[in-house]
């Protein structure tokens, strides 16, 4: 098959260090069009930036595999996936919808909690907040509502008064655009879910703990830039089966929820109570071999990073009837 790569390449355009944090390197792309000729397909590579859409119109793409997220405002990552969804290309990943949806953090929270899913009390705050809710208890964590990779979470993310959290919004509302998730700080285990398949054939993959050995104990940009440093890991994380079936239930139903296709990986806090919160959850997953978490899971799972990448490919043809499934487990 013909199979298109739709991505955006840092290019630090930007004084704000982590502006570009959610865009991929060049070594990324040509890891995962590697991978994809590999397994016999030709790729095209299709820069997700609008000086090349007429790419897009005449790229002559059987399939595209997705992993661009878009240039700006809170539905970016439902840019390149409407455009695909105009033009009848067929895609791998979750659709604009479910897109639009998750990647805005207050709104998928709202979405989780009405069914069930037990997650951090919150609120959304803007640029004219001047109160925090009273029931919110303190600590807190205040992080940009529609961003991903860390970006605009400072080491100064959790607060401990009012006083903190108003002067870390008039801060943060100077440098991001869009409005701010303000979250009680589950004081906790932090695990990563990742999941492959689509209905019944969803796959929990063994679930992934962060670990924080040093000061730090939350996902600052600071801390996922220098993770080498900063953080450890164990997978599959050493949970008793209560908790483990607890996480999988939740992260199936979230899938189900926001109906998100062929990918996605989830993060939650465990409470010292046993309790897992979810936070969010990301359809577009970072794919950078060595480094996201993603391909961390399945390294630890014995699935090499090609198989990886063609199992979502894979996935997303027999969700869309162009292969079989019998053809879509590869280790």
Known sequence: MIVGLTYNLKKSNSDVEDWEAEYDSPQTVMAIQSAIEQAGHDTVLLEAVPERIRDFIDCGCDIVFNFAEGLEGRGREAQIPALLSFLGIPYTGSDEVALGIALDKTLTKQLVTANGITTPKF???????????????????????????????????????????????????????????????IEGREVTVGLLGNGDSIEVLPVLETLFPHEDNFYSYRVKKHSDVFLQYDCPAQLDRLTLQK?????????????????????????????????????????????????????????????????????????????????????
């Open 247 to 331: 996480i999988e239930k939740a992260s199936r139903t979230v899938f189900s929820i926001l109906r998100l296709r062929d990918v996605a990986r989830m993060d939650f806090r465990i409470a010292s109570d046993g309790i897992p919160y979810f936070l969010e959850v990301n359809p577009i997953p970072g794919l950078a071999p060595g480094f996201s978490d993603l391909p961390r899971i399945c390294e630890a799972s014995g699935i090499s990073y090609d198989s990886l990448i063609n199992r979502i490919l894979n996935t997303a043809l027999v969700r869309l009837g162009l292969m079989v499934p019998s053809t879509v487990q590869v280790t």
């Open 123 to 185: 609120q959304l705050a803007t640029r004219a907040t001047k109160k925090i809710k009273r029931d919110l208890r303190f600590p807190l964590i205040i992080k940009p509502n529609a961003e991903g990779s860390s970006k605009g979470i400072r080491e100064s993310a959790v607060v401990n008064t009012p006083e903190q959290a108003l002067q870390l919004l008039c801060e943060l509302s100077h440098v991001y655009p869009g409005d701010f998730l303000i979250e009680e700080f």
